[in-house]
């Protein structure tokens, strides 16, 4: 009976249907805007806009929401049944495209208890989750994965990577019930480990014990002067000696000049400092390690993941350069599920993007050369009109000459005749 019953237990748990929390692909036009509320908790919010952007992989698929407005805050988030995810594995994922080659800004989500106020949310808007890409300059290019744990915000210890390009990139947080975490970018898995271990949530298990102390007979030198070693006799030279070559000059005047004295230089023989040598120490005992003790505030928490309240998703960010595109955005309990749709939507348009995009800078390039090629031209040809300038004002010049020779040989004439008659 008892084997019947597991049995069926087992069957049912096999057959268990993924939850899907929330799913935004952003399919139905200007219908998001019913799903979506932008904060109101200040007047120069950003805003949103639904496109594709400037280069997709295709036009419908593609369209997400755009930051649109340079250098502002952004703030908006959409609803859903609200759930617990104690005993069971939370998958948070959607995807980011830094279409303008962005500068500084974020381009994470945020994960909100159901209580959160949409039309006040802002940035220290209480959350369960912050995840996704930031970047700014070149000194912050890194995937935030911040916990909320009993009202405080932990960040990750370890430095995640993210991608700067300009191209559509897919994020997965993987949180399990046994206090372990992924995170994948692109589906393939870029850094995992404990909850415990790689965030300062729990105070340490060990810490060093207050009352022990270096011994006083404790020596931590590996080597010593050796206590046998003697300085040689002839060891100390001065360290400069008058040149023994230089000679006093025959024009040389002791009453006149002073005494004569040969110039110093460095003594050959000289030495410098002696020090005895060095041996291993024979009561070298290592380096002293303090003893550490079980911490007495230290209570381990195997519900470190859980979260009791989940109902909001949110676009909580800054930008100082705009254009970022989020889309995609999927909350699971699956993550077999949610790498099948990041494979359906962003796997199946991201070739076409790159093609699209490079296709777009060959047609910029071409048009470049051509428009330096035209200033070529251009700047070659104004030579040429110049001297065709110049040869017309030397004919007319030549025709002017001409005219006037010609009046003059004429008016001679007419004097002649003139004369002869």
Not at 87 to 111: A, M, P, R, S
Not at 185 to 208: F, H, Q, T
Request: net charge negative; glycine share 6%.
């Amino acid at each position: 009976m008892r084997v019947s019953m597991l049995l069926s237990a087992l069957i049912a748990l096999a057959s268990a249907e993924p939850s899907l929390y929330f799913k935004e692909q952003f399919d139905d036009g200007d219908a998001w805007n019913t799903r979506w509320v932008e904060s109101s908790h200040r007047s120069d919010y950003g805003k949103f806009v639904l496109t594709a952007g400037k280069f997709y992989g295709d036009p419908e698929k593609d369209k997400g929401l755009q930051t649109s407005q340079d250098a502002r805050f952004y703030s908006s988030s959409a609803r859903f049944e609200p759930f617990s995810n104690q005993g069971k594995t939370l998958v948070i994922q959607f995807t980011v495209k830094h279409e303008q080659n962005i500068d500084c800004g974020g381009g994470y989500i945020k994960l909100f208890p159901a209580d959160l106020d949409q039309a006040d949310m802002h940035g220290d808007s209480n959350y369960n989750i912050m995840f996704g890409p930031d970047i700014c300059g070149l000194g912050t290019k890194k995937v935030h994965v911040i916990i909320n744990y009993k009202g405080k915000n932990h960040l990750i210890s370890k430095d995640v990577r993210c991608k700067d390009d300009e191209y559509t990139h897919l994020y997965t947080l993987i949180l399990n019930p046994d206090n372990t975490y992924e995170v994948k970018i692109d589906n393939k898995k870029v850094e995992s480990g404990s909850l415990e271990e790689d965030w300062d949530i729990l105070p340490p298990k060990k810490v060093k014990d207050p009352e022990a102390v270096t011994p006083d007979d404790w020596d931590e030198r590996e080597r010593v002067e050796d206590p046998d070693d003697k300085k040689p006799e002839d060891w100390d030279r001065p360290e400069n000696i008058a040149d023994p070559d230089a000679k006093k000059p025959e024009d040389w005047d002791d009453e006149m000049d002073g005494e004569w004295e040969p110039p110093m230089v460095s003594n050959p023989d000289y030495k410098g400092e002696w020090k005895p040598s060095k041996i291993d120490n024979p009561d070298y005992k290592g380096k002293w390690v303090h003893p550490e003790i079980d911490n007495p505030e230290y209570s381990g928490d195997s519900e470190i993941y859980r979260f009791d309240s989940i109902g909001v998703i949110g676009l909580d960010l800054w930008q100082v350069k705009s254009g970022t595109i989020f889309d995609n955005f999927l909350i699971t309990d699956d993550a077999t599920l949610a790498e099948e749709v990041g494979n359906e939507t962003w796997g199946q348009t991201k070739d076409p993007e790159k093609k699209m995009k490079e296709s777009q800078e060959e047609q910029e390039r071409k048009k470049l050369e051509a428009e330096e090629m035209g200033r070529k031209e251009e700047t070659k040809a104004e030579p040429e009109e110049e001297g065709e300038e110049e040869e017309k004002e030397e004919e007319l010049e030549d025709r002017e000459e001409e005219e006037e020779t010609g009046a003059e040989e004429e008016e001679e004439e007419t004097d002649s005749i003139k004369d002869e008659l």
